[in-house]
T-cell receptor, first 114, second 110 residues
């Protein structure tokens, strides 16, 4: 059974700092990995999707990397802002018939202090 | 530009009562999903659908039923609510691999 772990569970940084969020998964036979953002009382918003054949994806100040062989992904946030404060979740889709089903980590709660 | 709309947003039930949660999407997506989110457990897939008239079990399907009679709607039913079903329920839809989420239904079972 695929398990997804996110460390740390919570992170507090001063505004302007660059930071890295970590995600690890136990089964390397993944189809893709996604990073989501969740604001309090809201649903999830997709940030980046990395296919298993890719090494990284970038969107603005966000960069996600994937090392499938080691079962790890990182989300890099450059020049953090208070508006980045949220919970960040990673999720993996397994290869094969279940490739639309996602297994989520428990998330990292990020606080960016002005 | 509604996206994914969940109804109701909040509900309190007594043990043994039944109810239906409604999810509606206006993006013409084929795939729809129901998740529950619990503290310390993360999001877990309850049921999903790959098209109108189809449903399939996810990771935690027991105690729930679903129906997808229309492409735009995905219903989640609780036949006899139990306190263990107290949770935040999220619906999502997708046409490819990026899932779009609603804002959730907060359900408490007393």
């Amino acid at each position: 059974k695929q398990e997804v772990t996110q460390i740390p569970a919570a992170l507090s940084v001063p505004e302007g700092e660059n930071l890295v969020l970590n995600c690890s998964f136990t089964d390397s036979a993944i189809y893709n990995l996604q990073w989501f953002r969740q604001d309090p009382g809201k649903g999830l918003t997709s940030l980046l999707l990395i296919q298993s054949s890719q090494r990284e994806q970038t969107s603005g100040r966000l960069n996600a990397s994937l090392d499938k062989s080691s079962g790890r992904s990182t989300l890099y946030i450059a020049a953090s802002q208070p508006g980045d404060s949220a919970t960040y979740l990673c999720a993996v889709a397994l290869s094969g018939a279940g490739s639309y089903q996602l297994t989520f980590g428990k998330g990292t709660k990020l606080s960016v202090i002005p | 530009n509604a996206g994914v709309t969940q109804t109701p947003k909040f509900r309190v039930l007594k043990t043994g009562q039944s109810m239906t949660l409604l999810c509606a999407q206006d993006m013409n997506h084929e795939y729809m999903y129901w998740y529950r989110q619990d503290p310390g457990m993360g999001l877990r897939l309850i049921h999903y659908s790959v098209g109108e008239g189809t449903t399939a079990k996810g990771e935690v399907p027991d105690g729930y039923n679903v129906s997808r009679l229309k492409k735009q709607n995905f219903l989640l039913g609780l036949e006899s609510a139990a306190p263990s079903q107290t949770s935040v329920y999220f619906c999502a839809s997708s046409s490819g691999y990026t899932q779009h989420f609603g804002d959730g239904t907060r359900l408490s079972i007393l």
